[in-house]
């Protein structure tokens, strides 16, 4: 894309207006441009109010010296830059495009080699529409092949570009074998897939839902007799063909050593968020997307909200044995979000927040124009979201999930405003790859979880990884007394070994 399709938004409109329609294109780093729409309308140049540029480091916080604290950057307003030094003499933009909740676009974060390495091991593992808890009980349910043919070698032998999925085109070879499918139209052999055979939607067929048609032969041949005029279909049928399926995309989940051998990622997390490297290095592997014309992701939120009795699901081992455990589904705890876009998206697969800065939440239904819409729906309303950004390639998305508690320094409650999905791809592909950074609320629960996840030794833990950067700040950046503690400089050594003894405590308690 770059500038061709930026030149096709027309733009007139050269004032910044907090409640009005607004949206901005704004110049950030050179030439390249970055087009955020807030609440409807376009706006070229810069946004007004003028553009405050501040240089600085993000830092961990920490008032009651040694206990680690969250961090939550403060948004100041939108249209905010920060330029943050994160690697010496390397500094990076950082942009508010949104208060409520705090969100940030850092346009140059990932580099263009990292951008396609990223790319190219998702490739290689075979980006797989995972369902893990299905995958595991249909996985049990083949384990006999009631029908030779449906094995893994046929699976092989049709799936020609070697991706580890049939698509459609390869599927109607693959399944001719099955009577009533030779003379089905290619609209009702994709309805066919979606609504009988592909378990989890993605339009793909992976070895495991191929392997499992065998176990539902008796439902596949009651379909197609049933399914031989698109005119005579089942109205719940063609409604969920209409609807298509929350989430269209293919993913696959990395670990860090093997996306981020030099650490160098990881290192820029760190200083990005200012959050102690126990919690980046211990939150969940990286899960790479990749997105389709079609494709998409109705808004939802990243995190679960608090709900007593029920722990997240990182550190749910954690937790005292609890008999009725089983009884409530653990929770996903994701105090915020890192969003990278790999590639460019020629149109459409804008990140969508319906909410962002708005009066009041609803998730089901939300007034526009005196007509009322579902904002979850962004096939349809990606438009009608009060912010959305375009794909750019190497740019990261940041935002909170959660407030942050100024009280205990730690996660506060969800914060609902952060509901956010993927509008439709219309043109070309959307490559993103997802850090979720995982807080459990419990304290106590979460530092035990570093020292597990990190330190399985009985040796005592003194940390070393605060970057030199971080470890400098704390000496060149000490802040009057009269600053907020949001500015006070954190003491690392101090910090990691007193969590450390939080740790042993809880030891001792559990
Ligand atoms: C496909 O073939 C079956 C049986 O051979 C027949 O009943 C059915 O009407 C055919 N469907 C179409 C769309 O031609
Ligand atoms: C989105 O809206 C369209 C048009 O109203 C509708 O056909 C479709 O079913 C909706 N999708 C979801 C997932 O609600
Ligand atoms: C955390 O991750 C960074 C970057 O990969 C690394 O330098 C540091 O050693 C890690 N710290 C721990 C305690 O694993
Ligand atoms: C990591 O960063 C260093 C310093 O900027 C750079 O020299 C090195 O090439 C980077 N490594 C990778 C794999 O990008
Ligand atoms: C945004 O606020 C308006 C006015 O309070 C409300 O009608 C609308 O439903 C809200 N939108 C969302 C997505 O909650
Ligand atoms: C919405 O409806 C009200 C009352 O019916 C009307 O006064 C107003 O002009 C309408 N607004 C829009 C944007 O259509």
Known sequence: MKMSSAAQLVLHHLFW??????????KLSGAETITVTTNGETIEGSPQPAVEHVEEVITPIVTDPGRMR??????????????????????????????????????????????????????EKGLEKSRTVLRHSVDQAVDTNLDPYFNKDTFTKFDEDGNQFLNIAEARKALTYVEGIGNMSDQAFTYFIDIVVDLDSD??????????????????????ANHQDLEKWDPDDLARMKKGPDRLSHQVWMKRPVYDESKNITNRLIGLTGLHPDIINTSEELQVVHYTPGGHYHAHHDSTNFIADRPCSHTAHLYPPDPTRHLHSARI??????????????????????????????ESTMVKDNKTIEPSNLSMHCKDANLYVRPKKRMAVMWYNHFFDHNTGWMGDRNLFA????????????????????????????????????????????????????????????????????????????????????????????
């Open 203 to 224: 339009r793909f067929l992976s070895d495991l839902e191929f392997r499992r048609i065998p176990l539902i032969m008796t439902k596949i041949s009651e379909w197609i």
């Open 333 to 362: 705890c994701r105090y915020m979000t890192v969003l990278y876009y790999l590639a460019d998206t020629e149109e459409g697969g804008e990140t969508a927040f319906p909410a962002a800065d708005n009066e009041t939440f609803s």
């Open 419 to 510: 509901f956010h999905g993927g509008c439709d791809v219309i043109k070309g592909e959307k490559w993103i790859a997802n850090n979720w950074i995982n807080v459990d609320n419990n304290y106590e629960i979460q530092m035990k979880f570093h020292y597990e996840s990190l330190h399985k030794t009985d040796e005592p833990v003194i940390n070393t990884d605060i970057t030199p950067k971080a470890a400098e700040t704390t000496e060149d950046q000490k802040s009057p007394p009269d600053e907020t503690e949001q500015e006070t400089p954190h003491n690392a050594a101090g910090e990691s070994i007193k969590s450390e003894e939080n740790v042993v405590q809880l030891k001792q308690e559990l």
């Open 17 to 26: 207006c907090s409640l009005i329609q607004l949206s901005l294109l704004t």
């Open 70 to 123: 969250l961090v939550q950057i403060d948004p100041v307003e939108v249209g905010h830059i920060r330029r943050i030094e994160i690697e010496p003499g390397h500094f990076y933009e950082m942009k508010t495009v949104a208060v409520n909740p705090p969100v940030f676009l850092i346009p140059d974060f990932l580099t263009l080699e990292e951008c396609e390495r990223i790319k190219s091991l998702a490739q």
